[in-house]
């Protein structure tokens, strides 16, 4: 089992920026955020995915990005004007396998860090 912990989290006001990070305690072939908001489902975020390209959520293109230093087995979540509607819990989440990288299928997750903007 992977060990995954997220930071970064915390509180801005619409329009500002932050940068979660998730550290795993081994490599991983991929990787995901996603966040729930309170009396929401789960929504995926972005991947990391195994051949390195990534995805990105319609609800934040071009405001998200994610990047990943494999030399510290971390993947990072870069979040520009940030929205009210951003805030939520983000987790990461990540599997080791191919056919789960292949599947959006993640086994390992974190605790999450929280998100909060305000108007």
């Known amino acids: 089992q992977v060990q995954l912990v997220e930071s970064g989290g915390g509180s801005v006001q619409a329009g500002g920026s932050l940068r979660l990070s998730c550290r795993a305690s081994?490599?991983?072939?991929?990787m995901g955020w996603f966040r729930q908001a309170p009396g929401k489902e789960r929504e995926a975020v972005g991947t990391y995915n195994s051949d390195d390209s990534t995805t990105i959520a319609d609800s934040v293109k071009g405001r998200f990005t994610i990047s990943r230093d494999d030399a510290i087995n971390t993947m990072y979540l870069q979040m520009n004007k940030l929205r009210v509607e951003d805030t939520a819990m983000y987790y990461c989440?990540?599997?080791?396998?191919?056919?789960?990288?292949?599947?959006?299928?993640?086994?390992?997750w974190g605790q999450g860090t929280q998100v909060t903007v305000s108007a």
């Open positions: 081994t490599y991983t072939l991929c």
């Open positions: 989440a990540a599997a080791r396998r191919l056919s789960l990288c292949r599947n959006r299928s993640f086994p390992d």
